[in-house]
């Protein structure tokens, strides 16, 4: 299916991230959020953060003015779905918020349109069952800053059809992603590895293995990754990957995703990472 325009519901961190790229690829874009201050926000951050490529010499003028005239920001979500083919939803992580907003998509958009979700831990199957449209719903999940993160993780719900799948990834691919696609599971693909691999490393320190400077180090300088995964939690926050450890260790049964001791205690004492000045490290 030819994608012409995508309206972009919630215009947060990741909402106008997505705008950006996507106008930037030649999409017309419709961006909406709640209130005139936060659409207002996001397009300020969308055309700073393109003046910031000009400036590096990253984007023509002409680029971005062309990639600016093609964003129309509107308070209106009908107004916003109503022309669209494809609609990315970036708001609240909470599943019955998008239910709601999915049903509700359901009914204004035009019976071809594709709604996709940006959620990074909900199950597509349960959002995709508000509509009436299961076959055209997907997850197309982005990473933080969407600009600069290559990956897109392409969801695929039990429902979602094969023309579905086949257009979310061209979309990503013209938006210059690399796109994976992953089946319909808790943690899909990048949380599940994440997460085990940090909860490995925080038990590795517990059992005093190695310390945390230099586990992280086995990490960056021996597989390359950008940084160690204690570092990393330090960064995500300790509450945010215990809530994710405790849901996955539910959801999948598996022994990698037991929340350890040193996880637990570091959150009741408010040690949650560099937010409160110390995790796995001072900051
Ligand atoms: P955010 O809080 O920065 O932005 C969400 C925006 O949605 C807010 O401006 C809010 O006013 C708006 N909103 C809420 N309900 C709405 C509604 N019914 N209609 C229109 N707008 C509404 O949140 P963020 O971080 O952008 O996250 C959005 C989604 O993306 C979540 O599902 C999150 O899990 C997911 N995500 C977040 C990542 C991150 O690093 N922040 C990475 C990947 C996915």
């Known amino acids: 299916m030819a994608i012409e325009e995508i309206a972009v519901i919630g215009a947060g961190t990741m909402g106008h991230g997505i705008a950006q790229v996507a106008a930037m690829a030649g999409f017309e874009v419709a961006l909406t959020d709640v209130s005139a201050e936060l659409v207002e926000r996001g397009l300020a951050r969308i055309e700073d953060n393109l003046k910031k490529g000009v400036e590096r010499g990253k984007v023509t003028e002409e680029d971005m003015r062309a990639a600016l005239s093609r964003i129309r920001a509107t ?23 998008k239910r ?26 349960s959002i995709a069952s508000a509509t009436n449209r299961q076959d055209r719903v997907i997850g197309i999940h982005f990473f933080n800053p969407v600009y600069i993160m290559k990956l897109v993780e392409v969801v695929v719900g039990p429902e979602t059809s094969e023309e579905t799948l086949s257009t979310a990834l061209e979309v990503a691919a013209r938006m210059g992603k690399e796109a994976i696609t992953v089946k319909d599971t808790p943690g899909f693909a990048t949380s599940r590895l994440g997460v085990a691999l940090g909860l490995e490393a925080m038990r590795m320190l517990e059992q005093g293995v190695a310390s945390a400077e230099d586990i992280d180090k086995a990490m ?16 995500v ?33 408010g040690k949650l990472g560099k937010k409160t000045g110390e995790g796995f490290y001072k900051w």
């Open 237 to 269: 926050g300790l509450d945010i990957r215990l809530n994710i450890a405790e849901y996955l260790f539910d959801k999948l049964g598996s022994e990698a995703f037991r929340p350890p001791d040193i996880l637990k205690r570091k959150v009741a004492e």
């Open 75 to 97: 308070l209106s979500m009908e107004d916003a779905a109503d022309l669209a083919d494809l609609v990315i939803e970036a708001i609240v992580e909470k599943l019955e918020a």
């Open 100 to 125: 709601e907003l999915f049903a509700h998509l359901d009914l204004v958009c035009e019976p071809a349109a594709i709604l996709a979700t940006n959620t990074s831990s909900l199950s597509i199957a």
């Open 220 to 235: 960056s300088l021996g597989y390359n990754h950008p940084m160690g995964p204690l570092r990393l939690t330090d960064l």
